[in-house]
T-cell receptor, first 115, second 113 residues
Protein backbone atom coordinates (compact mmCIF):
# COMPACT_ATOMS: atom_id res chain seq x y z
CA UNK A 1 0.00 0.00 0.00
CA UNK A 2 1.59 3.29 -1.11
CA UNK A 3 -0.95 5.62 0.51
CA UNK A 4 -0.74 7.65 3.70
CA UNK A 5 -0.70 5.43 6.78
CA UNK A 6 -1.50 6.33 10.36
CA UNK A 7 -0.97 4.49 13.61
CA UNK A 8 -2.66 3.61 15.80
CA UNK A 9 -6.08 3.56 14.19
CA UNK A 10 -7.82 3.82 17.53
CA UNK A 11 -6.65 5.12 20.89
CA UNK A 12 -8.58 5.17 24.15
CA UNK A 13 -6.97 7.02 27.00
CA UNK A 14 -7.84 8.52 30.34
CA UNK A 15 -7.98 12.24 30.87
CA UNK A 16 -4.61 13.64 31.80
CA UNK A 17 -2.57 11.03 29.93
CA UNK A 18 -0.25 11.80 27.02
CA UNK A 19 -0.78 10.24 23.61
CA UNK A 20 1.31 10.16 20.44
CA UNK A 21 0.17 9.43 16.91
CA UNK A 22 2.29 8.62 13.91
CA UNK A 23 1.80 9.45 10.24
CA UNK A 24 3.75 8.04 7.30
CA UNK A 25 3.12 10.09 4.15
CA UNK A 26 3.26 8.96 0.54
CA UNK A 27 6.96 8.39 -0.02
CA UNK A 28 7.68 11.08 -2.61
CA UNK A 29 5.62 13.78 -0.89
CA UNK A 30 7.42 16.57 0.90
CA UNK A 31 4.41 18.25 2.47
CA UNK A 32 2.56 16.80 5.42
CA UNK A 33 -0.56 18.08 7.17
CA UNK A 34 -2.47 17.33 10.34
CA UNK A 35 -6.19 17.92 10.65
CA UNK A 36 -8.74 17.19 13.35
CA UNK A 37 -12.30 16.09 12.66
CA UNK A 38 -15.13 15.92 15.16
CA UNK A 39 -18.36 14.05 14.54
CA UNK A 40 -20.53 15.61 11.88
CA UNK A 41 -17.98 18.25 10.95
CA UNK A 42 -15.41 18.70 8.23
CA UNK A 43 -11.71 18.38 9.00
CA UNK A 44 -10.05 21.40 10.65
CA UNK A 45 -6.47 22.31 9.86
CA UNK A 46 -3.96 21.94 12.70
CA UNK A 47 -0.48 22.24 11.23
CA UNK A 48 1.65 21.75 8.13
CA UNK A 49 5.23 20.70 7.36
CA UNK A 50 7.32 21.19 4.29
CA UNK A 51 10.11 18.67 4.63
CA UNK A 52 11.15 18.93 8.30
CA UNK A 53 10.07 22.55 8.75
CA UNK A 54 6.79 23.28 10.49
CA UNK A 55 5.51 26.25 8.49
CA UNK A 56 2.07 26.93 9.85
CA UNK A 57 0.13 26.19 13.03
CA UNK A 58 -3.54 26.77 13.69
CA UNK A 59 -4.84 28.51 16.78
CA UNK A 60 -6.50 25.15 17.48
CA UNK A 61 -3.04 23.76 18.25
CA UNK A 62 -2.78 24.63 21.93
CA UNK A 63 0.38 24.37 24.01
CA UNK A 64 -0.57 20.80 24.85
CA UNK A 65 -0.17 19.80 21.21
CA UNK A 66 3.16 19.33 19.51
CA UNK A 67 4.00 17.97 16.10
CA UNK A 68 7.34 16.95 14.69
CA UNK A 69 8.77 15.71 11.44
CA UNK A 70 12.43 15.24 12.33
CA UNK A 71 13.79 13.77 9.10
CA UNK A 72 11.22 15.10 6.69
CA UNK A 73 9.56 11.72 6.36
CA UNK A 74 7.15 10.47 9.03
CA UNK A 75 5.53 12.82 11.52
CA UNK A 76 4.28 12.50 15.08
CA UNK A 77 1.54 14.42 16.83
CA UNK A 78 1.63 14.41 20.62
CA UNK A 79 -1.11 15.57 22.93
CA UNK A 80 -0.12 16.12 26.52
CA UNK A 81 -2.54 16.07 29.47
CA UNK A 82 -5.44 14.98 27.30
CA UNK A 83 -8.88 16.45 27.90
CA UNK A 84 -12.27 15.07 26.93
CA UNK A 85 -12.55 17.82 24.35
CA UNK A 86 -9.57 16.31 22.53
CA UNK A 87 -11.71 13.32 21.52
CA UNK A 88 -11.80 13.41 17.72
CA UNK A 89 -10.43 11.82 14.57
CA UNK A 90 -6.91 13.02 13.84
CA UNK A 91 -6.18 12.97 10.13
CA UNK A 92 -2.88 13.20 8.35
CA UNK A 93 -2.48 14.16 4.70
CA UNK A 94 0.43 14.61 2.33
CA UNK A 95 1.04 16.33 -0.98
CA UNK A 96 3.76 16.41 -3.59
CA UNK A 97 6.71 18.57 -4.41
CA UNK A 98 5.67 20.52 -7.48
CA UNK A 99 3.74 23.73 -7.96
CA UNK A 100 0.78 21.89 -9.41
CA UNK A 101 0.86 18.94 -7.06
CA UNK A 102 -1.44 20.48 -4.51
CA UNK A 103 -3.73 17.55 -3.95
CA UNK A 104 -3.74 16.50 -0.33
CA UNK A 105 -4.19 12.77 0.11
CA UNK A 106 -5.50 11.67 3.47
CA UNK A 107 -4.74 8.69 5.63
CA UNK A 108 -7.36 6.62 7.46
CA UNK A 109 -7.07 8.67 10.63
CA UNK A 110 -6.53 7.93 14.31
CA UNK A 111 -9.67 8.03 16.39
CA UNK A 112 -8.94 9.30 19.89
CA UNK A 113 -11.35 8.77 22.76
CA UNK A 114 -10.54 10.48 26.05
CA UNK A 115 -12.44 9.06 29.01
CA UNK B 1 -13.45 35.58 6.98
CA UNK B 2 -13.10 32.40 5.08
CA UNK B 3 -15.99 29.98 5.14
CA UNK B 4 -17.09 27.05 3.11
CA UNK B 5 -20.65 25.88 3.46
CA UNK B 6 -23.00 23.40 1.89
CA UNK B 7 -26.58 24.14 0.97
CA UNK B 8 -28.05 20.75 1.91
CA UNK B 9 -26.89 18.46 4.68
CA UNK B 10 -28.53 15.32 3.18
CA UNK B 11 -29.37 14.14 -0.30
CA UNK B 12 -31.11 10.94 -1.39
CA UNK B 13 -30.88 9.82 -4.99
CA UNK B 14 -32.23 6.80 -6.82
CA UNK B 15 -29.56 4.42 -8.10
CA UNK B 16 -28.70 5.21 -11.68
CA UNK B 17 -29.81 8.82 -11.45
CA UNK B 18 -27.46 11.79 -11.46
CA UNK B 19 -26.76 13.72 -8.29
CA UNK B 20 -25.64 17.28 -7.71
CA UNK B 21 -24.02 18.44 -4.50
CA UNK B 22 -23.64 22.17 -3.99
CA UNK B 23 -21.19 24.26 -2.03
CA UNK B 24 -20.90 27.99 -1.37
CA UNK B 25 -17.69 29.76 -0.45
CA UNK B 26 -17.11 33.30 0.75
CA UNK B 27 -13.47 34.05 -0.06
CA UNK B 28 -13.30 35.48 -3.56
CA UNK B 29 -9.50 35.14 -3.45
CA UNK B 30 -9.60 31.35 -3.08
CA UNK B 31 -7.60 29.83 -5.90
CA UNK B 32 -8.11 26.10 -5.53
CA UNK B 33 -11.07 23.91 -4.68
CA UNK B 34 -11.33 20.22 -4.03
CA UNK B 35 -14.01 17.63 -3.42
CA UNK B 36 -13.55 14.72 -1.06
CA UNK B 37 -15.66 11.66 -0.35
CA UNK B 38 -15.64 10.21 3.14
CA UNK B 39 -17.08 6.86 4.08
CA UNK B 40 -17.83 5.97 7.66
CA UNK B 41 -14.68 5.38 9.69
CA UNK B 42 -12.33 6.29 6.84
CA UNK B 43 -10.28 9.28 5.87
CA UNK B 44 -11.40 11.68 3.12
CA UNK B 45 -10.81 10.34 -0.37
CA UNK B 46 -9.87 12.73 -3.17
CA UNK B 47 -12.46 12.92 -5.94
CA UNK B 48 -11.66 15.91 -8.12
CA UNK B 49 -10.18 19.38 -7.90
CA UNK B 50 -10.38 22.61 -9.86
CA UNK B 51 -8.37 25.81 -9.99
CA UNK B 52 -9.89 29.24 -10.02
CA UNK B 53 -8.87 29.84 -13.65
CA UNK B 54 -11.23 27.05 -14.76
CA UNK B 55 -15.04 26.80 -14.87
CA UNK B 56 -15.43 23.08 -15.32
CA UNK B 57 -13.46 19.93 -14.92
CA UNK B 58 -14.48 16.37 -15.63
CA UNK B 59 -13.37 13.07 -14.24
CA UNK B 60 -14.73 9.59 -14.39
CA UNK B 61 -18.49 9.97 -13.74
CA UNK B 62 -17.83 13.24 -11.87
CA UNK B 63 -17.86 16.86 -12.97
CA UNK B 64 -17.00 19.91 -10.90
CA UNK B 65 -18.39 23.30 -11.85
CA UNK B 66 -17.04 26.55 -10.48
CA UNK B 67 -19.01 29.80 -10.68
CA UNK B 68 -16.76 32.54 -9.36
CA UNK B 69 -19.36 35.25 -9.91
CA UNK B 70 -21.64 33.82 -7.24
CA UNK B 71 -18.90 31.91 -5.40
CA UNK B 72 -20.50 28.55 -5.92
CA UNK B 73 -19.07 25.10 -6.49
CA UNK B 74 -20.92 21.95 -7.44
CA UNK B 75 -20.13 18.27 -7.81
CA UNK B 76 -22.12 16.25 -10.29
CA UNK B 77 -22.05 12.47 -10.08
CA UNK B 78 -23.45 10.65 -13.08
CA UNK B 79 -25.25 7.30 -12.94
CA UNK B 80 -24.97 6.96 -9.19
CA UNK B 81 -24.11 3.60 -7.68
CA UNK B 82 -24.58 2.26 -4.14
CA UNK B 83 -20.86 2.78 -3.54
CA UNK B 84 -21.36 6.51 -3.98
CA UNK B 85 -23.18 6.67 -0.65
CA UNK B 86 -20.93 8.73 1.63
CA UNK B 87 -20.41 12.22 3.02
CA UNK B 88 -19.03 14.67 0.49
CA UNK B 89 -16.96 17.68 1.49
CA UNK B 90 -15.86 20.63 -0.52
CA UNK B 91 -12.71 22.44 0.57
CA UNK B 92 -10.97 25.61 -0.51
CA UNK B 93 -7.50 27.04 -0.33
CA UNK B 94 -7.36 30.76 0.40
CA UNK B 95 -4.49 31.52 -2.00
CA UNK B 96 -1.50 29.89 -3.60
CA UNK B 97 1.17 29.24 -1.01
CA UNK B 98 -1.33 28.91 1.82
CA UNK B 99 -1.47 25.15 2.20
CA UNK B 100 -4.35 25.09 4.64
CA UNK B 101 -7.63 23.70 3.32
CA UNK B 102 -10.88 24.97 4.81
CA UNK B 103 -13.66 22.38 4.76
CA UNK B 104 -17.39 22.67 4.97
CA UNK B 105 -19.55 20.46 7.17
CA UNK B 106 -20.40 17.97 4.43
CA UNK B 107 -23.41 16.57 2.59
CA UNK B 108 -24.52 13.04 3.19
CA UNK B 109 -25.44 11.34 -0.08
CA UNK B 110 -27.59 8.23 0.13
CA UNK B 111 -28.19 6.11 -2.95
CA UNK B 112 -31.53 4.34 -2.90
CA UNK B 113 -31.40 0.90 -4.62
Amino acid sequence: DTGVSQNPRHKITKRGQNVTFRCDPISEHNRLYWYRQTLGQGPEFLTYFQNEAQLEKSRLLSDRFSAERPKGSFSTLEIQRTEQGDSAMYLCASSGRGVLTDTQYFGPGTRLTVL
Amino acid sequence: GESVGLHLPTLSVQEGDNSIINCAYSNSASDYFIWYKQESGKGPQFIIDIRSNMDKRQGQRVTVLLNKTVKHLSLQIAATQPGDSAVYFCAERAYFGNEKLTFGTGTRLTIIP
